[in-house]
Antibody, heavy 118, light 107 residues
Framework: EVQLQQSGPELRRPGSSVKLSCKAS????????MHWVKHRPEHGLEWIGW????????KYAQKFQSKATLTADTSSNTAYMQLSSLTSEDTATYFC???????????WGQGASVTVSS | DIQMTQSPASLSASLGETVTIECLAS??????LAWYQQKPGKSPQLLIY???SLQDGVPSRFSGSESGTQYSLEINSLQSEDAATYFC?????????FGGGTKLELK
């Protein structure tokens, strides 16, 4: 069974950074792209980008290019997303999701809540 | 970016009824449309991709169709476990974009 287990909720100060993890089980992360998606109830879902864990290639939405950094550790079958220079606008739930093909997402993590507050 | 306008934002229906949720794309997405279901406290689940292809394990009461740039998700014979939020996503072009979601409540 394919599962994506994400790290727990985070509380950060404005200006700091946070690194979220997404541990895959039931498959090798090198076989699929991994997407990251942001969810805020009042803004809906926003695609952040994807990483190809096999070679580290990444593709980002323009608005997240200087905000998010996607990495992967194949030895632990885990993908990561670091968010930098946090502001209140980064308060959201972040999902990792396995790609089926390229832009379809066929398995999702449970989401990780990030709260940015002073 | 391609805009996906989803309607209605919410709806209420009874067990056994049929409901339809729609998404309008701001331009041609060539049938590259996926539908997802998200139950409270759970991860989104892929239901349909390529506008009408049913994901493995998804009940056949879910179906997708299209007419031009308008895409529809139909749920037949509503069951209690169908109470969820549904959202569409275009997978034609970067960045992939999502509809605003439809919250389905069972009466």
């Amino acid at each position: 069974e394919v599962q994506l287990q994400q790290s727990g909720p985070e509380l950060r100060r404005p200006g700091s950074s946070v690194k979220l993890s997404c541990k895959a089980s039931g498959y090798s992360i090198t076989d699929y792209l991994m997407h990251w998606v942001k969810h805020r109830p009042e803004h809906g879902l926003e695609w952040i980008g994807w990483i190809d864990p096999e070679d580290g290639e990444t593709k980002y939405a323009q608005k997240f290019q200087s905000k998010a950094t996607l990495t992967a550790d194949t030895s632990s079958n885990t993908a990561y997303m670091q968010l930098s220079s946090l502001t209140s606008e980064d308060t959201a739930t972040y999902f990792c999701a396995r790609a089926a093909g390229t832009l379809v997402m066929d398995a999702w993590g449970q989401g990780a809540s990030v709260t940015v507050s002073s | 970016d391609i805009q996906m306008t989803q309607s209605p934002a919410s709806l209420s229906a009874s067990l056994g009824e049929t409901v339809t949720i729609e998404c309008l794309a701001s331009e041609d997405i060539y049938s590259n449309l996926a539908w997802y279901q998200q139950k409270p406290g759970k991860s989104p689940q892929l239901l349909i991709y390529d506008a009408s292809s049913l994901q493995d394990g998804v009940p056949s009461r879910f179906s997708g169709s299209e007419s031009g740039t308008q895409y529809s998700l139909e749920i037949n014979s509503l069951q209690s476990e169908d109470a969820a939020t549904y959202f569409c996503q275009q997978h034609h072009d970067y960045p992939p974009t999502f509809g605003g979601g439809t919250k389905l409540e069972l009466k």
